[in-house]
Structures are given as structure tokens and as C-alpha cells.
């Protein structure tokens, strides 16, 4: 059974950084998969936040003006979410999603004074 555990969330001010985990246990060929990060703010809709593929290519949603860095460590079965330059509406649950059936529990970020 293939499960997902993201870490690395937390409480930090406008301009910090943070890098989130997602590490994925069970898959049979980790590297031929991709792997996304979405965010969902309270009372908002989940939105996509990065991609990364087997090729290592990379996708980001509007709003990270390159401030987000998406990698992963295929030997560690893992995926990794650099987030620089923190704003206050980045404030929401981050989840990673392995492939297309698999959704991690989210870790919460809040950007605030």
C-alpha cells in the first residue's frame, strides 16, 4: 500500500523559508512517477503549487513567481518543496500527491507576525 508523509511545515514570518517533505513508502518504481505539491488555505479550493517528473522537469503554479523549488530524491522515495521568500497568502495545508491516486495527509504552513 503505497502512503505518503509529508513534514516540514510550521510557523514562520513574511520573508522566511521553509522546505517540505514528502516521502513515499510502498511504490514499485518511484522514478517513473510524478510528483505534485497542492495547497489549500482555509475555505479556499486546493490549488496546484509544483510537478516534478521522471525526467526531473518541472511546473509551477502562477502565484510562485520563483520563489518555490520542487526536487526529489528517487533513492529516498521522496519529494521536496523549497519555499523562499514567504508571503502571508501562503498560509495553507501543503500536500504532496504521488502519481494520480495518491494524497499525502498535508503539513500546515502559516506565514504570519
Known amino acids: 500500500q503505497v502512503q505518503l508523509v509529508e513534514s516540514g511545515g510550521g510557523s514562520v514570518q513574511p520573508g522566511d523559508s521553509l522546505t517540505l517533505s514528502c516521502v513515499v513508502s510502498g511504490p514499485v518504481g518511484f522514478d517513473l512517477y510524478t510528483l505534485e505539491w497542492h495547497r489549500q488555505a482555509a475555505g479556499n479550493q486546493r490549488e496546484f503549487v509544483a510537478r516534478i517528473n521522471s525526467a526531473k522537469l518541472t511546473e509551477y503554479g502562477h502565484f510562485v513567481e520563483g520563489r518555490f523549488t520542487i526536487s526529489r530524491d528517487d533513492a529516498k522515495k521522496t519529494v521536496y518543496l523549497q519555499m523562499n521568500n514567504l508571503k502571508f497568502e501562503d498560509t495553507a495545508v501543503y500536500v504532496c500527491?504521488?502519481?494520480?491516486?495518491?494524497w499525502g495527509q498535508g503539513t500546515q504552513v502559516t506565514v504570519s507576525l
Open positions: 500527491r504521488f502519481g494520480t491516486n495518491y
